[in-house]
């Protein structure tokens, strides 16, 4: 089981077709959310089908108190549900790439540290990266000790367009 969680347009659905090789998940340019609840998607990887999770968005500021605490019980349930089920192998952490916000530490400390109590390896997938001059992961060695200022701490990362 796979997790993929972020902000809201930080490219979770995209990534997740990404992976599938094919359109499995809604996406939308537009500024209203696409996945209202979390959806299921199985994708396969040499042979093996994993169940890939794409969650709901989270951005404290836009969001009314009871949509956000709503969006906190539907990724509680998720993670409890999948824990009777195996449990989650990875969470992927999708982070469109700019400033460290008090909403992309929250979601981190939401997931990895609350959710799933640090016992989930977990990578950043860093998208919005296609004005990156030369390389992508140029901005990662630019700024992965940004993330280790901020306690941001993951197994792994992953520049990308998607």
Same mark, same amino acid.
């Given at each position: ?33 696409? $996945? %209202? ?10 042979? /093996?089908?994993? !169940? &890939?999770?794409?969650?709901?968005? *989270? ?43 008090? $909403? %992309? ?10 959710? /799933?109590?640090? !016992? &989930?390896?977990?990578?950043?997938? *860093? ?36």
């Amino acid at each position: 089981n796979i997790v993929l969680f972020g902000e809201t347009g930080a490219g979770k659905s995209s990534v997740v077709n990404l992976m599938a090789r094919r359109d499995r998940a809604k996406t939308s340019p537009d500024m209203e959310r696409c $996945t %209202l609840d979390w959806q299921e998607h199985p994708v396969a990887f040499d042979g /093996c089908v994993y !169940k &890939v999770f794409d969650t709901v968005g *989270l951005e404290e500021p836009q969001l009314g108190m009871k949509e956000y605490l709503d969006i906190i019980v539907n990724a509680y349930n998720l993670i409890k549900k999948l824990n009777t089920e195996g449990g989650i192998d990875l969470l992927l952490f999708c982070v469109r790439a700019g400033r460290v916000t008090a $909403t %992309l530490q929250t979601n981190y400390r939401l997931f990895y540290e609350w959710l /799933c109590e640090k !016992k &989930v390896p977990i990578a950043l997938v *860093l998208t919005g990266l296609e004005r990156e001059p030369k390389s992508m992961e140029d901005w990662w060695t630019r700024n992965k000790h940004i993330f280790a200022k901020y306690e941001i701490r993951v197994a792994g990362h992953a520049c990308i367009t998607a």
